[in-house]
């Protein structure tokens, strides 16, 4: 019985690796992604909630994922266009 409390090795994260130190023991995790913005809007930037991101569990690398990059190009995409409106 006691095998059962052991430590299990992390699944591999489905062929995902980490960009910084190469592993593949990757857990989801949700977070706040910030993007500076540039140009005429310098010195503001764009608060994205709730991103789906693949943090490593050895060096604890957060990169987002797809899916979390196309949440990131829209909300940034609507971030900027209210920024410029406000701006007339």
Known sequence: MR????????TAAHG??????????LKRKLATH???L???LAGRRVDVYRVEHD???DCGFLAPTPEGLAKIKRC???GIKLFRESLR
């Open 3 to 10: 095998w059962l409390l052991s430590k299990v090795k992390p």
């Open 16 to 25: 995902r690796t980490c960009a910084r130190c190469g592993s593949t023991s």
């Open 34 to 36: 910030h993007v500076p």
């Open 38 to 40: 540039t140009g005429k």
């Open 55 to 57: 943090k490593c569990r």
């Open 76 to 78: 940034t995409k609507v």
